[in-house]
């Protein structure tokens, strides 16, 4: 009976099968009716663009020398969209190979991308030898600088990696590491539709650069149209793809770092933390006034006591409301919100003025320096917290090189709990620590100036590390899960909600008061001290990243990372775009907040399909409704009852979320 009830179908599933082929023919569609590539472009985004059939539309103007033919580009598009043809075939009929088809496509796409970036790099080498004015020359270079891939060969790229996924899934191995994965399936359905969503407001908004002075027509307004929208999104996402702009996103993810870890720690605890803005607040006065203020005798040291009152601040600040909803019952969102006025109160009072009346008369502070400026006295230098670039630089005064040593402990790292699973933490960590000190000095020389990425991102990162042990690695971390899960459950097993309910504010507030050593100590705002334009909405921020970043520790610095690099990209939107500014990032994280809020319009079955043990209630009474998704490995796999045999549970995916 057991060969006949576990029958094992080894073909992809049906719904494997229709994600291949939906994948696939979108990279057809992409292929046909949008640009393959842009051979140049110009600084108010004009280009030329090319066509897979040849055609090349030029929406700017004169050019200065012969647009750059990559030989072997339009062959290589013929044969991924061959490819892509074969893969819609082999998943129609849900054939076991068309991963194979669909891999070839994703090389095929990889493989022109890099003969068109080869050209395009030769291009502009060779303008030096080219009888030119100097400014000429220099315009030259950066239009085919500007030049690389279009629609039409970033989607067959995202397309075959899609359905090669699809198609491995039929093989059990592979299943099981994507359904590891599933828990990124809200936030990335979230993202991609407010990219849709976010692409017509850019096309009802901004309209398409032509400074060719000739009509386009209706088959070129169309391409114009679809490399405007490319050209919006590749702009807000480039910084990922250049240091300089790479460092500035990351400055600007620091301090969200802190604030989502706030918001996401007090959310699994199953409290609302609203009070973000003012934790950092009162963590930035306590960082200016032990900064400012403490022994300047104390040199180095005086930095991690000044760290340590910033985070004091935020625990204060967040232990208050944890109190107030232990004592009395008091909703956490009120109070939350309440003392963000009283902080930025106490924050306008200390550096607002020189003077404040009492009793009818005038009293001085000390705390304001000179002028006309809200700002406080600059930390002593033993309070600052270094650059990155200082700490990482191991060259000369006159060329800066960026130790390496740092890259090859983290490999060492990660290749030691690969291959030493049973030896525990500490050998990876001491293996790790031996090859960055014997490999720091190994540098890459780069040209990066004025960057105020700080040790304050270190110290996000560490603050993540210890969210993830603390919660998902003791026994305070399982109460605090227990209480926001049920706290009647909690209390009932013997677990106090109000002791946790303050430990879980007070702490959430510590995060977001080390968000206060981003702009003090690590001179974010262009100088070491307490300023009156410090962006405490960042706080407010905070929440949509801990949404998005499904309250884990990994999701927040990804999510922070993200939105750091389109607000750093927006500001180039802002300046190439005449109808965009930089509101268009503001726009997009509303619509990704929205979107997960509505759970990416993803079925439960999906997202959280449910354990094995309800399946086997279920098929004991012989029920079997709203029955899961089956694993595309096991869709023959099927019981005497009826249900599909699912893998693994939702249960089992939170406990492997937690390691």
């Known amino acids: 009976m057991r060969g006949v009830t576990h029958l094992l179908d080894s073909r992809p599933s049906a719904t494997a099968s229709r994600v291949a082929l939906i994948a696939s023919a979108l990279a057809v569609l992409a292929l046909l009716l949008t640009p393959l590539a842009a051979l140049g472009r110009s600084f108010d985004s004009s280009g030329a663009l090319l066509h897979i059939s040849g055609q090349l539309l030029n929406t700017g103007g004169d050019l200065a020398a012969p647009l750059a033919q990559p030989a ?27 991963w194979i088809t669909a891999l070839l496509a994703f090389l095929a796409a ?16 060779n303008v030096s030898h080219l009888s030119l004015r100097a400014g000429a020359k220099r315009a030259l270079r950066n239009f085919y600088g500007g030049g690389g891939m279009n629609m039409g060969l970033f989607v067959p790229l995202l397309a075959g990696l899609i359905a090669a996924g ?7 191995v592979w299943w099981e590491r994507f359904n590891r994965l599933r828990g990124l ?6 993202i991609a539709l407010a990219i849709l969503v976010g692409a017509l407001i850019v096309l009802v908004v901004q309209p398409p650069i032509n400074s060719s002075g000739h009509a386009l027509g209706l088959w070129g307004g169309w391409l114009s149209h679809t490399d405007l929208v490319y050209f919006v999104y590749s702009t807000l996402f480039a910084p990922i793809t250049r240091l300089n702009p790479l460092l500035d996103s990351l400055k600007l993810a620091t301090p969200l770092i802190f604030t989502g870890l706030s918001v996401a720690f007090a959310f699994r605890a199953g409290l609302f933390n609203i009070g973000a803005p003012g934790q950092l607040t009162m963590g930035a006065v306590a960082a200016m006034l032990v900064g400012v203020y403490g022994p300047e005798s104390l ?31 008091s909703s956490e969102v009120i109070n939350t919100i309440m003392l963000n006025y009283i902080a930025s109160g106490i924050f306008i009072f200390l550096i607002g003025s ?26 002593h230098p033993g309070a600052r917290l270094p650059t990155l670039l200082q700490l990482l630089n191991v060259g000369t005064p006159d060329q800066m090189k960026l130790s390496l040593g740092w890259l090859f402990a983290l490999a060492a790292y990660l290749l030691a709990r690969l291959f030493m699973r049973r030896s525990g933490a500490l050998i990876p960590v001491v293996l790790a620590l031996v090859v960055g000190a014997l490999t720091w000095r190994v540098g890459v020389a780069v040209n990066i100036e004025g960057s105020q990425l700080n040790l304050a991102f270190l110290l996000a990162l560490l603050c993540a590390a210890l969210f993830g042990t603390l919660m998902w690695r ?14 009647k459950a909690a209390e009932y097993g013997g677990i106090s909600v109000a002791k946790n309910t303050v430990l879980a504010m007070t702490l959430a507030g510590m995060f977001a008061g080390l968000a206060g050593t981003h702009y003090v100590q690590g001179g974010a705002l262009d100088s070491y001290r307490l300023k009156g334009n410090m962006p405490v909405n960042v706080g407010f921020d905070g929440i949509a990243v801990a949404l998005m970043g499904q309250s884990t520790p990994l999701g927040v610095v990804a999510s922070s990372a993200l939105f750091g690099t389109i607000d750093t990209g927006g500001v180039d939107v802002s300046i190439k775009m005449t109808g965009l500014n930089r509101d268009i990032v503001t726009v997009l994280k509303a619509l990704v907040v929205m979107f997960i809020a509505a759970g990416g319009f993803l079925s439960r079955r999906v997202t959280d399909p449910p354990a094995p043990v309800l399946l086997k209630a279920a098929g004991a009474t012989g029920k079997a409704e709203n029955a899961p998704v089956v694993p595309p490995a096991q869709e023959g796999a099927v019981s005497a009852s009826g249900l599909p045999n699912v893998a693994r549970s939702s249960e089992e995916n939170t406990r492997e979320g937690g390691k």
């Open 185 to 190: 399936l809200v936030p990335a359905a979230a």
């Open 72 to 98: 072997l580009l339009l062959p290589l598009a013929w044969a991924t969209l061959a490819l892509f043809v074969a893969t819609i075939f082999g998943a129609a009929r849900r054939e076991r190979w068309f």
């Open 110 to 125: 990889l493989a022109a991308l890099v003969v068109l970036d080869r050209t395009l790099a030769d291009a502009a080498a």
């Open 354 to 379: 020189n003077t404040f009346p009492l009793f009818g008369q005038q009293r001085s502070l000390p705390f304001k320096a000179p002028g006309d400026e809200a700002q406080s006295y600059e930390l």
């Open 474 to 487: 003791t026994a305070t971390g399982y109460a605090l899960r227990a209480v926001g899960l049920s706290p």
């Open 166 to 172: 699809a198609g491995l899934s039929a093989r059990q």
């Open 299 to 329: 040199g180095w040291l005086l930095a991690p006591l000044t760290v340590i009152a910033a985070g004091a601040g935020g625990a204060l600040w967040g232990a208050i409301p944890g109190w107030l909803k232990a004592r009395f019952g």
